[in-house]
Each structure stands twice: as structure tokens, then as C-alpha cells.
């Protein structure tokens, strides 16, 4: 089969021709019929995560049919159309039997524990708890981003902060995530301040329902966390107004941009981190005591969790496909990796690999 393949961190990867896989007995190999190009990729092929091992197939957001099931798999068969979690649990551990599979202590994740879904096949371990089957009418375009970025967003906002109508979040870093993090909180009815140094992304930003956006370029941590704070007394009733936001979002993942969403928190405050950090974070926990700031985390979603995201798409509510800005084929996918190389880059949308392309 073809896919993308690094043999070595930081290189460019190759279109390659690699042996197909075959299905573990507790497994799927799925035709991939798309892929998404996430900025956790590029983590991996930077050499930032543990878990890879080379050569390596990169790919972990993905829909798809099953071409093939180990014997075990009960629950689905072979030709049913499926996305899963970029997490996948083990389905017997006291987490993924309560549900919370994506923090199983024992998970795999394509794309990093094993080759992931830039590739025409890819293999799934554990079917039966990890595979979500997907509405047949939807198109590809509004399915990718389920396994990863939508995911984690939705279980960062719905689960983790409990974000609720008519609450004010903060989302800084307008990329994949952060966009796909815009969608789902004007979703659930909440107000949205967007925050990026690209004028692009912000416009895309209010475009998909942010109420205001903030330019931080050339701001420090203090004066960015001023003027989200400014721009959130501009949405929310004075009556309601605490001072500061109720929810941020880190979907970029550095040092200043933890330092402003703490930073712009009001009381009972919760501050969500999404993006990866190449190093470790100085939190300002003094704030964090004195205002009962929660700080949380969101490692994508269990396939428990997907049936009101998967509600919400088919509905219409939520429109993951007006976040796809370009479609490539597997052989532009080397070039995919590469344009993610400059520092801090967000793009104004998603990318998906369309694998059709140039079969």
C-alpha cells in the first residue's frame, strides 16, 4: 500500500510503497478514505513524542471503511463506515470500562504507538471499544476532524470545563483546534473571544462565530490578558461580568499563551489545555489559589463520548466540514509536514488528505 514515511525526525518524509497490515484478532485494518494533517504530526515527526519509534507513519485523524476484522470483533463489520478517537483504549481497564478510554494507561494511538492514517489502510486495536460508526450522508469533510482536534474540544469545553450557554471562553490560538474550538463553543451557546497574531485566522475566527477577536501581536502576557479581559466585558452582561473570563482555551500550546489565558480568568475560573508544549509550563499558581482557578486538561475523547458530537454534526449544528480550507492528495502530504515547520504557524482552516486523490 502507499503511504508517508520518515525514517529519520525532522527530515522529509517520503511517498512510499509498504506492506499492507493485516487485522489483530482483536482489530480492523480500515480503508482510509481521508486523514486530516494536525499540528500533533508534526510534534511526532519533530521528535517530541516518546511514544513513536522509526521509521514511522504519521496520521491519526481519519474516516474510513472496514476493509478487514480480527476474529474477536464482535460489535463491527466489515464495509461499515467508521471514524475513532486518535486515543484508543485497551476496552478492559477500570478507565475504559467507566467510560474514560482516552486516559486508558494502556491505550494505543495510530500515528504514534503505531503507523498511523497517512497511509491507505490503517490498523485500529480493540475495535469493539474504540470504533464509532458515522451517518452515511455526511461527507468526509465533516468526519475527519472527529478523531482528533473536535473531539478534544468538545470534551475540553462539554466535559472538562462544563462551559455552559451564555459563558464567555477565550480561545487563543486560532488554528485547527482552535477554530474547531470556536465552532463547538458557539455550538453550545456560548460567547466567544478569539485571540491570534494572524489577521487572517482572526477573520476566519469570526467568520465561524466568534463575538470578538484580539490581535496579539506584539502584546506581552500582561496586555494580551488586558484586552481579552476589555473585549469579554464587551459581550457579557454587566450584571454577569466577573471580572474576567469563565473559560480559557490554550490551542497552541506555549509559555505566553498559558501565561494570558491564566491571566484572564476571573473567579472559579477554568483554563483549558489543548496545545502541546515542547517544554514545561510556569504556571502562576498564587493566581490559581486566590481565585479558584481549575486548570485542566483534554486528551481527545473516549468513543463513549461520541454520540452527542456525532448528534451535533448530523443536525447541522456544528459543521466541522466549514473548517476544511484545503484537500490534498497522499503525495502532497510530505509538503504538508514541511509548511508546519515554521515556529508558531496556524493555519485559517484544516487540511485533510482526500486518499482518492491520484489512485
Request: hydrophobic share 45%; aromatic share 4%.
Amino acid at each position: 500500500m502507499r503511504a508517508i514515511v520518515y525514517d529519520r525526525f525532522s527530515t522529509p518524509p517520503q511517498l512510499a510503497d509498504i506492506p499492507a497490515p493485516t487485522a489483530p484478532d482483536h482489530g480492523v485494518v480500515i480503508d482510509v478514505d481521508a486523514t486530516g494533517v494536525c499540528r500533533s504530526d508534526h510534534h511526532a515527526w519533530s521528535g517530541h513524542d516518546e511514544t513513536v519509534s522509526l521509521p514511522h507513519v504519521p496520521g491519526h485523524e481519519l474516516v474510513g471503511r472496514i476493509a478487514s476484522a480480527g476474529p474477536a470483533v464482535e460489535g463491527f463489520h466489515v464495509g461499515e463506515r467508521v471514524t475513532v478517537p486518535f486515543v484508543c483504549g485497551c476496552g478492559a481497564c477500570r478507565w475504559c470500562r467507566s467510560g474514560n478510554a482516552h486516559v486508558c494507561p494502556n491505550q494505543t494511538q495510530p500515528g504514534f504507538t503505531h503507523f498511523g492514517s497517512w497511509a491507505d489502510q490503517v490498523v485500529i486495536h480493540h475495535a469493539d471499544a474504540n470504533l464509532v460508526t458515522v451517518p452515511e450522508e455526511l461527507p468526509d469533510s465533516a468526519l475527519v476532524g472527529l478523531g482528533c482536534r473536535f473531539a478534544t474540544a468538545f470534551h475540553g469545553l462539554r466535559v472538562r470545563a462544563e462551559l455552559q450557554a451564555g459563558e464567555t471562553v477565550a480561545v487563543f490560538g486560532c488554528g485547527g483546534v482552535g477554530l474547531s474550538t470556536i465552532m463547538i463553543a458557539r455550538a453550545i451557546g456560548a460567547q466567544v473571544i478569539a485571540v491570534d497574531i494572524s489577521d487572517a485566522a482572526l477573520d476566519r475566527a469570526r467568520d465561524l462565530g466568534a463575538s470578538r477577536t484580539v490581535s496579539a501581536r506584539g502584546l506581552g502576557p500582561g496586555e494580551l490578558a488586558e484586552a481579552v479581559v476589555r473585549a469579554a466585558a464587551a459581550v457579557e452582561p454587566a450584571a454577569d461580568r466577573p471580572g474576567g473570563v469563565a473559560v480559557t482555551v490554550d490551542a497552541l500550546g506555549r509559555q505566553d499563551t498559558i501565561t494570558s489565558a491564566i491571566a484572564s480568568l476571573g473567579p472559579l475560573g477554568r483554563h483549558v489545555q489543548i496545545g502541546l508544549l515542547d517544554g514545561e509550563p510556569v504556571i502562576d499558581v498564587p493566581r490559581v489559589i486566590a481565585l479558584e482557578l481549575s486548570i485542566l486538561g483534554s486528551h481527545g475523547m473516549a468513543a463513549a463520548g461520541y454520540p452527542e458530537l456525532v448528534a451535533l454534526v448530523a443536525s447541522g449544528d456544528l459543521r466541522p466540514q466549514d473548517l476544511v480550507t484545503t484537500t490534498i492528495g497522499l503525495e502532497q502530504a510530505p509538503q504538508a509536514m514541511l509548511d508546519m515547520d515554521e515556529a508558531g504557524a496556524t493555519t485559517a482552516g484544516m487540511t485533510i488528505i482526500d486518499l482518492g486523490l491520484g489512485r
